[in-house]
């Protein structure tokens, strides 16, 4: 079960490995979820508006190699307005949105150097943008607060990075949009990546975003750590850390999580997330996610996931962590 698969990474190997885009010129997915309970939603007339409701988003992916060691790739995200429900006129699809969710290149340099330009996802945490290269259905803390601070939907960023290796660690640096599009100041991110092990991955992050007035829930400076081991001694294992702390609002947020694929197309998944906020006082706010898998087809995968919240802080939009209980079913198909 994938934890992790950023950009980044995707795109040296899309660049250095000619014929791969070509290979993939188009992909996807089609992401249908059924909200089976949900007492995280404020009720409206003491009925929850997502409990008994399907909501569908869908992603075309294009990606082409006109030049040698040249990729170019864009992703279009497609979303079903609310999660299932008709819009806001009463016209089924009123408010049912399409956008351009990456568009970037990726240049191979030299040996061993790629040059990415464009909008494409934060490479900074271990958890992967869509659906089909993560393990939950639903994000996580680290996720949701590295989102959050970004203006660009879907935890993106605009901007130039170059990656290389430097003996057994492969750095990444890059010039960005100020995240939060405020900002005449550039943010810069710098990463790195080892892998000490074979199925031992190691990332160390941080990305600048200067102070302003003008958002008040702005975290400034961001670090992120995270550490992925998927041991040879038992096959199917994943286990994972993803620890983030911040300048401001934040003093530190985690995930700890695992995975097991059981075998016959099985697979199970936890999680537990807390978050300890910079202000005096304000109790830790945690969750905890289970889920079980089944690879229905070979394109196909039915997923149920629970969540139970305690939603200590009111900051849900910061961290997506509600209270009570949250279950889903998801279907996921690719193309």
Same mark, same amino acid.
């Given at each position: 079960?994938?934890?992790?698969?950023?950009?980044?990474?995707?795109?040296?190997?899309?660049?250095?490995?000619?014929?791969?885009?070509?290979?993939?010129?188009?992909?996807?997915?089609? !992401?249908?979820?059924?909200?089976?309970?949900?007492?995280?939603?404020?009720?409206?007339?003491?009925?929850?508006?997502?409990?008994?409701?399907?909501?569908?988003?869908?992603?075309? !992916? @294009?990606?082409?190699?006109? +030049?040698?060691? *040249?990729?170019?790739?864009?992703?279009?995200?497609?979303?079903?307005?609310?999660?299932?429900?008709?819009? +806001?006129?009463?016209?089924?699809?009123?408010?049912?949105? &399409?956008?351009?969710?990456?568009?970037?290149?990726?240049?191979?340099?030299? =040996?061993?150097?790629?040059?990415?330009?464009?909008?494409?996802? !934060?490479?900074?945490?271990?958890?992967? =943008?869509?659906?089909?290269?993560?393990?939950?259905?639903?994000?996580? *803390?680290?996720?949701?607060?590295?989102?959050?601070?970004?203006?660009?939907?879907?935890?993106?960023?605009?901007?130039?990075? /170059? +990656?290389?290796?430097?003996?057994?660690?492969?750095?990444?640096?890059?010039?960005?949009?100020? @995240?939060?599009?405020?900002? =005449?100041?550039?943010?810069?991110?710098? @990463?790195?990546?080892?892998?000490?092990?074979?199925?031992?991955?190691?990332?160390?992050?941080?990305?600048?975003?200067?102070?302003?007035?003008?958002?008040?829930?702005?975290?400034?400076?961001?670090?992120?750590?995270?550490?992925?081991?998927?041991?040879?001694? /038992?096959?199917?294992?994943?286990?994972?850390?993803?620890?983030?702390? +911040?300048?401001?609002? #934040?003093?530190?947020?985690?995930? @700890?999580?695992?995975?097991?694929?059981? &075998?016959?197309?099985?697979?199970?998944?936890?999680?537990? =997330?807390?978050?300890?906020?910079?202000?005096?006082?304000?109790?830790?706010?945690?969750?905890?996610?289970?889920? #079980?898998?089944?690879? #229905?087809?070979?394109?196909?995968?039915?997923?149920?996931?629970?969540?139970?919240?305690?939603?200590?802080?009111?900051?849900?939009?910061?961290? &997506?962590?509600?209270?009570?209980?949250?279950?889903?079913?998801?279907?996921?198909?690719?193309?």
């Amino acid at each position: 079960m994938k934890m992790k698969k950023k950009l980044l990474s995707l795109a040296i190997v899309a660049a250095m490995a000619p014929g791969f885009a070509a290979a993939a010129d188009i992909s996807g997915f089609g !992401d249908i979820n059924y909200t089976i309970t949900d007492d995280a939603t404020a009720k409206v007339a003491g009925k929850s508006p997502t409990e008994g409701k399907f909501g569908a988003n869908a992603e075309i !992916d @294009l990606s082409a190699s006109p +030049a040698n060691g *040249v990729t170019a790739r864009v992703d279009v995200d497609l979303s079903l307005a609310g999660n299932g429900t008709i819009g +806001a006129n009463n016209s089924q699809g009123a408010n049912n949105s &399409g956008a351009i969710e990456q568009a970037f290149f990726a240049w191979s340099a030299a =040996e061993g150097v790629t040059v990415i330009g464009g909008v494409f996802n !934060d490479p900074i945490g271990a958890e992967a =943008e869509d659906v089909p290269d993560r393990t939950f259905m639903s994000h996580g *803390v680290v996720y949701n607060i590295l989102d959050q601070q970004t203006s660009l939907a879907g935890d993106n960023v605009a901007g130039l990075a /170059v +990656a290389g290796a430097v003996g057994p660690v492969t750095l990444t640096g890059a010039v960005l949009n100020d @995240l939060q599009g405020i900002n =005449e100041e550039n943010s810069m991110a710098l @990463l790195a990546n080892y892998s000490p092990i074979k199925g031992l991955e190691l990332e160390l992050g941080m990305v600048t975003q200067a102070s302003s007035s003008k958002n008040p829930n702005s975290a400034e400076d961001v670090t992120n750590f995270n550490v992925i081991y998927s041991p040879e001694q /038992v096959a199917g294992l994943t286990v994972g850390l993803d620890y983030l702390t +911040a300048g401001k609002i #934040v003093d530190s947020a985690y995930e @700890l999580f695992a995975s097991y694929d059981i &075998g016959y197309g099985f697979g199970v998944a936890a999680r537990h =997330e807390n978050v300890s906020w910079a202000a005096a006082g304000d109790q830790d706010s945690k969750r905890t996610t289970l889920n #079980v898998s089944y690879q #229905v087809a070979s394109n196909l995968k039915a997923t149920l996931e629970s969540a139970k919240g305690n939603a200590a802080n009111p900051m849900t939009g910061v961290t &997506g962590i509600g209270k009570d209980n949250v279950t889903t079913l998801n279907l996921l198909a690719k193309f």
